[in-house]
T-cell receptor, first 116, second 111 residues
């Protein structure tokens, strides 16, 4: 079972460049989300989606765009990369839209991004 | 001030020891609580939920103290394989379909 697949696993960007982190899940989960993890800061929610065509902002959405054209895919776009976006990015999905009640988040393996 | 706080550790304990971590939350309206485990350079995985009445799963016990606004995780008979970072997660009842995570407590079990 593939579960939640993130690509690329590692990326180095220069300031001002744009890129897309890909996230795909094969579990037919309606709920998908993006978190970033920084030392001492924990996981912080960037954006989330409760189904195709529906997205919402999380705690730290600035500098990031998302779209959800299919149930399976939830790409995260960095519009103009900044050094402050150097982080580990995790995509997560859930079989239950009430993720805040069930806690059932399935994470991908992460994408390590460095912005120079 | 962070909404969900954890002692970063590391907690260094010998095999067989009992160890406990706490996680404090600032929003008294918080409804649901969870513990996740994250191995080094890996993704977090749900360990267990924390119910009002407590929750036990083998060597792991999770408890909630609403009056003092913290949750705890107790690990008995620690194994080398328990070495990881333990993240707490809280539903802050913001209307957002999401959890707020602490920054984690690192546990190192030594032989």
């Amino acid at each position: 079972n593939a579960g939640v697949t993130q690509t690329p696993k590692f990326q180095v960007l220069k300031t001002g460049q744009s890129m897309t982190l890909q996230c795909a899940q094969d579990m037919n989960h309606e709920y998908m989300s993006w978190y970033r993890q920084d030392p001492g800061m924990g996981l912080r929610l960037i954006h989330y989606s409760v189904g195709a065509g529906i997205t919402d902002q999380g705690e730290v959405p600035n500098g990031y765009n998302v779209s959800r054209s299919t149930t399976e895919d939830f790409p995260l776009r960095l519009l103009s990369a900044a050094p402050s976006q150097t982080s580990v990015y995790f995509c997560a999905s859930s079989p239950d839209l009430r993720v805040e009640v069930t806690g059932e988040l399935f994470f991908g393996e992460g994408s390590r991004l460095t912005v120079l | 001030r962070k909404e969900v706080e954890q002692d970063p550790g590391p907690f260094n304990v010998p095999e067989g020891a009992t160890v406990a971590f706490n996680c404090t939350y600032s929003n008294s309206a918080s409804q649901s609580f969870f513990w996740y485990r994250q191995d080094c350079r890996k993704e977090p995985k749900l360990l267990m939920s924390v119910y009002s009445s407590g929750n036990e799963d083998g060597r792991f016990t999770a408890q909630l103290n609403r009056a003092s606004q913290y949750i705890s995780l107790l690990i008995r008979d620690s194994k080398l394989s328990d070495s990881a970072t333990y993240l707490c997660a809280v539903n802050e009842d913001t209307g957002r379909r999401a959890l707020t995570f602490g920054s984690g407590t690192r546990l190192q079990v030594q032989p």
